[in-house]
Every structure is written in C-alpha cells, then in structure tokens.
C-alpha cells in the first residue's frame, strides 16, 4: 500500500510499486487528465507536477512519489472556475483535438510557477518535449503568455487586497 498525495488529498493505492503513476492517476484515483500517448515519455500527454516540476507519469513509478505533492490538471481548476492556465488556453483556443492539451498546461503551469515573466524562448523550449500534431503551436504559445499575464494581475490583486485590509 502507497499513499499518494493528490491534488491535496491522500489516496491509498494498492497496487505494485513500480506501477507508472499515469496508470494509477486514471485507474485507480479516477482522474483523466493526464493522457496515454506513446508509453514512453516521449509525448508529453501524461505531463503532471510533482513538487513543482513537470513529471512524465507514464514512465514514472508509483514507490518514487511517497510523501510528495502530484498536481493533475484537474487539480488546477473547475469547469465554473479555471486556474488563469486553463482560462488563457479556452480564451485562445489553443486546442485542436485536445489529445495533448492537459500535458502541455500541466509543463507551462509548471513554467510559470518558478518562473512569472518568462521570454518566447524560455516556453518554447520548455514545451520542446510535447508533441502536438494539430497544429496550434501559435495559440498555445499565446495561451502561456496569457496566463502568465493573467497569473501576474492576479499576484497584483492579492497584494492589492492585503494593502486594503
């Protein structure tokens, strides 16, 4: 038995150590985000954030997360109310058939939590092990300078709250 931290919440697992995480996310946990593309962490559809870093969970086993924080997509937002990720990504319509989407928010979430402001380059080249065959590339690019500006107004907000109170 393994105990997962998930989106803030504990789950008891049952399953062989060496299970990939991807497997236990959508088996055993119920949560689908994160996608079964190729098996061998080459796509990036399964891309979750274990203690702040993108993590590919199809190649990453179970006994490697004890006592860590996974983060799925589903644990950024709701439908009623979207992280700024997911908001900037349905506000640029930057998916297509949405295969790769989840991965690609879960690595530029990722991104922008270490780092607010970062240059084309820096996402380019972070969304570098994603691979998206429909063709978005411009709008997804659109969407992670997006909620970074979204993320920073909202950054801007709360401080403006704390100096109100």
């Given amino acids: 038995m393994v105990t997962l931290k998930v989106n803030g ?4 697992v049952d399953a062989d150590p060496d299970t990939p995480l991807l497997y236990v996310l959508r088996e055993d ?3 689908n985000a994160a996608k079964f593309g190729c098996g061998l962490g080459q796509c990036g559809a399964c891309t979750v954030i274990v203690d702040g870093k993108a993590v ?9 997360l004890e006592g860590k924080q996974v983060t799925t ?14 908001r900037a990504f349905m506000e640029e319509q930057a998916a297509q058939c949405g295969y790769c989407i989840a991965g690609i928010m879960m690595r530029a979430q990722a991104l922008l939590q270490r780092n607010s402001r970062p240059t084309n380059e ?3 080249s972070e969304l570098e092990p994603h691979l998206c065959r429909c063709g978005t590339h411009m709008r997804i690019l659109r969407a ?3 909620a970074a500006r979204l993320m920073d107004s909202a950054d801007a907000s709360l401080t403006a709250d704390r100096r109100a109170r």
């Avoid at 919440?9 to 008891?12: D, G, L």
């Avoid at 997509?73 to 997911?86: D, K, N, R, Y």
């Fill in 29 to 31: 946990i119920k949560l």
């Fill in 9 to 12: 919440r504990e789950h008891q």
């Fill in 56 to 64: 590919l969970s199809c190649v990453t086993p179970m006994i490697l």
């Fill in 144 to 146: 992670v300078r997006r």
């Fill in 73 to 86: 997509l589903e644990g950024l937002g709701t439908a009623s109310e979207p992280a700024p990720i997911q």
């Fill in 122 to 124: 820096q996402i380019s």
